[in-house]
């Protein structure tokens, strides 16, 4: 099949379902347990594990999505159509509608069904680009597919507050939010799918990770553990260690919103340099900037702030570049795209539910407890926000190297 250069149409249809993907992605993992917290009293303990749990799942389940893409009996307009309606369900079992059954269960079947939706429209939004855009079009239709989830998390992580100001049940809003977005984005993307089925051999079972993409999956599961890490830890982080919970909102806002502005100087920068190149001085320069954070305490909200949107902009590297370089690898090989971000969209999940079923227990076990704060507790939390995602994104460096290494030997390399 011939590869094209995407249309404004195509392009405005992605970017809104960019902003769908973003809105019911890692926002849901700051509001949902809470939700379920404070109105249903569920403990913080067992939502972090049938978090987890799903994530355990997901396992199985993301790889047999991408497969089910791949074998190609529905097209991906139907697909897409039933992902969204699974988003649709999942997001008013979560926030619209009463538990009508114990909520610990209604909360792991709602979420399930948001999380299954969303897995497989991520699926089929990356693997389109790879299928069915020239390689000169990537960082263009990149452009617009991340910039349009980081406008998607930034509208999703601050929606609950916002409505808080104009109505006593903010969460039914949020949960509307979440439907109108996911409706208008399946619909208007509707027409820009392929119509072309890819039809193959492959039958519908599990697989392992073709060994050849082995590397890009560790690559992008390392690297973001340190962002699900500060992701999980934030509110705490702010409220205890840079002591100004009220400040909280504005900042994740600024983070978000500078990841979002620098999602196009990060697609310029791929075209005029070597990705693989100006990846690795985005991790770098992250990694100094959580070395700084450490040294950080109490009254240091001007510098922590300027930390965010310095740290924003670098998450948009993370976000932009490195899908970037998976399909341009891809494209050089003949692994199936569904299946491979089948294996990418559960590498990116399991991050989030390492944070969240490990990070926040064995915080606890290190004496924080946000009832009782002490000093030895606040130090802990800045290790756990600031020195492990340091560690982390020091092997995420290791694991990039490795990957670009046997590359930049090869005339066919990533590099430009």
């Not at 099949?1 to 392009?11: A, C, E, W």
Request: charged share 10%; with cysteine.
């Amino acid at each position: 099949m011939s590869k094209t250069v995407p249309n404004r149409r195509i392009l405005i249809a992605v970017g809104l379902f960019g902003v769908m993907l973003g809105a019911v992605g890692l926002p849901i993992y700051l509001h949902a347990p809470k939700y379920f917290s404070d109105t249903y009293g569920v403990s913080l303990a067992s939502l972090g594990a049938i978090m987890f749990a799903l994530r355990v799942v997901d396992f199985v389940q993301d790889p047999l999505l991408g497969r089910l893409s791949a074998i190609g009996f529905l097209s991906n307009r139907l697909l897409s159509a039933g992902a969204g309606a699974m988003i649709i369900a999942g997001a008013v079992g979560l926030f619209v509608v009463t538990a009508p059954i114990d909520p610990t269960i209604w909360f792991a079947l709602s979420l399930m069904l948001l999380f299954t939706g969303y897995s497989l429209s991520v699926i089929l939004l990356y693997t389109h680009a790879t299928n069915n855009f020239a390689d000169t079009a990537q960082p263009i239709f990149a452009r617009w597919r991340e910039a349009g989830q980081l406008i998607g998390i930034c509208l999703s992580a601050i929606a609950p507050t916002l409505f808080t100001e104009i109505s006593h049940v903010p969460y039914t809003l949020f949960g509307g939010f979440l439907i109108s977005i996911t409706g208008v984005a399946v619909v208007l993307m509707h027409n820009s799918w392929s119509e072309q089925m890819t039809t193959t051999s492959q039958k519908f079972s599990f697989v392992a990770p073709d060994t050849r993409i082995r590397p890009y999956l560790i690559l992008a599961f390392v690297n973001a553990i340190p962002v699900a890490i500060t992701s999980t830890l934030f509110l705490f982080y702010v409220e205890y260690a840079i002591g100004s919970a009220t400040a909280s909102g504005p900042l994740l806002l600024l983070f978000f919103g500078a990841a979002a502005v620098s999602v196009p100087i990060w697609t310029i920068l791929a075209n005029k340099y070597a990705i693989e190149w100006v990846l690795g001085v985005a991790m770098l320069a992250s990694l100094i900037a959580f070395v700084v954070t450490f040294t950080l305490g109490a009254g240091d909200i001007v510098a922590f702030a300027i930390i965010c949107g310095v740290t924003g902009v670098l998450t948009g590297a993370d976000l932009t570049l490195l899908p970037m370089i998976f399909i341009k690898f891809l494209q050089r090989t003949n692994v199936p795209s569904e299946e491979a971000f089948g294996y990418w969209s559960l590498s990116s999940k399991l991050a989030l539910a390492l944070a969240v079923g490990l990070v926040l227990p064995g915080l606890e076990v290190s004496g924080f407890d946000p009832a009782f704060p002490t000093p030895l507790g606040i130090y802990n939390l800045s290790v756990a926000y600031a020195l492990v995602p340091s560690v982390l994104k020091i092997c995420a460096i290791y694991a990039l190297w490795r990957v670009t290494k046997p590359q930049s030997a090869s005339v066919q390399g990533l590099s430009r």
